[in-house]
């Protein structure tokens, strides 16, 4: 097993286009959560994931956001219309289940920038 | 979750040990102590976490004040891979279904 893998690494679109990212988690892992972080700061949660159910969003996550995770595997995570303010690093992770015990595993993010 | 108190930057040399502290007064007794560090390009990785005793492991020791008010992670010997952002974090061990929260870190930097 190869990690946590993201797709793209890098993404640069227009404003007002949408835009969709992948991610695949380890593949015994329940639990899978985005995060989006700016420069200078921490990563901020966004949604997570434990298996197909999407349990808990964020306020962060407007309208225009939507993630799925189909059968419990892999996650997408789209923006529609996406705005300057969009632009970040969303980050993936995934975990084999809730306790402490269960350290995140991240992977290496996709940069968005929109112009 | 309770909330974590780190300086913003630190800077070490390198192959000497480094002490990057946290304070966390508002602890309670079942939040754990985690920490994790962010490389330059990279997600953030786990390195330690901890509850009331310190803690071992090939990456990093974890020492944990008795008050469980502070806390420090010990780097016995600093390189240059280990300059990175690096978080601590307090979790409620009665809360799986509670995500990291993530504040902003100390960003440390390693000098050859």
């Known amino acids: 097993d190869t990690g946590v893998s993201q797709d793209p690494r890098h993404k640069i679109t227009k404003r007002g286009q949408n835009v969709t990212f992948r991610c695949d988690p380890i593949?015994?892992?329940?639990?899978l959560y985005w995060y989006r972080q700016t420069l200078g700061q921490g990563p901020e949660f966004l949604t997570y994931f434990q298996n197909e159910a999407q349990l808990e969003k964020s306020r962060l996550l407007s309208d225009r956001f939507s993630a799925e995770r189909p059968k419990g595997s892999f996650s997408t995570l789209e923006i529609q219309r996406t705005e300057q303010g969009d632009s970040a690093m969303y980050l993936c992770?995934?975990?084999?289940?809730?306790?402490?015990?269960?350290?995140?595993?991240f992977g290496s993010g996709t940069r968005l920038t929109v112009v | 979750d309770a909330k974590t108190t780190q300086p913003n930057s630190m800077e070490s040399n390198e192959e000497e040990p480094v002490h990057l502290p946290c304070n966390h007064s508002?602890?309670?007794?079942?939040?754990?102590i985690h920490w994790y560090r962010q490389l330059p390009s990279q997600g953030p990785e786990y390195v330690i976490h901890?509850?009331?005793s310190n803690v071992n492991n090939r990456m990093a020791s974890l020492a944990i004040a008795e008050d469980r008010k502070s806390s420090t992670l010990i780097l016995h010997r600093a390189t240059l891979r280990d300059a990175a952002v690096y978080y601590c974090?307090?979790?409620?061990?009665?809360?799986?279904?509670?995500?990291?929260?993530f504040g902003k870190g100390t960003r440390l930097s390693v000098i050859a």
């Open positions: 508002t602890i309670s007794g079942t939040d754990y």
């Open positions: 901890g509850l009331t």
């Open positions: 593949s015994e892992h329940n639990r």
């Open positions: 974090i307090l979790r409620d061990g009665n809360s799986g279904n509670t995500p990291l929260v």
């Open positions: 992770a995934s975990s084999l289940g809730a306790l402490n015990f269960y350290g995140y595993t």
